[in-house]
């Protein structure tokens, strides 16, 4: 069974960082991409940044590109969204999710194993 479970939100002051680590388990993890959604009150979910299989690709949202940087330990089975600069728009849960496929997808329904999410809240 497949597991994925994130870490690391809370409450931050724009401008500031936060790391967000997302542990799965239960699937070849060195095999698939993986990917970080993020969804705001009132907002459908939408694509933040993923990673191939072996870490050597990514792929930003626009809206984080030069902010947020992405990476994978596959010997971990973690992967991690390092968060820096934020802004009061990042708020909100941060969704982790693996993908049968080793190439990197931003869109979601090439993700089929999804965690429960961590919450952001970027402060003035």
């Known amino acids: 069974q497949v597991q994925v479970v994130e870490s690391g939100g809370g409450l931050v002051q724009a401008g500031g960082s936060l790391r967000l680590s997302c542990a799965a388990s239960?699937?070849?993890?060195?095999?698939?991409?993986m990917g970080w959604f993020r969804q705001a009150p009132g907002k459908e979910r939408e694509f933040v940044a993923a990673?191939?299989?072996?870490?050597?690709?990514?792929n930003y949202a626009d809206s984080v590109k030069g902010r947020f940087t992405i990476s994978r330990d596959n010997a971990k089975n973690t992967v991690s969204l390092q968060m820096d600069s934020l802004k009061l728009e990042d708020t909100a849960v941060y969704y982790c999710?693996?993908?049968?496929?080793?190439?990197?997808?931003?869109?979601?329904?090439?993700?089929?194993?999804w965690g429960q999410g961590t919450q952001v809240t970027v402060s003035s």
């Open positions: 990673i191939n299989w072996s870490g050597s690709s990514t």
């Open positions: 239960g699937r070849t993890f060195s095999s698939y991409c």
């Open positions: 999710a693996t993908s049968p496929y080793s190439l990197v997808y931003s869109t979601p329904n090439h993700y089929d194993y």
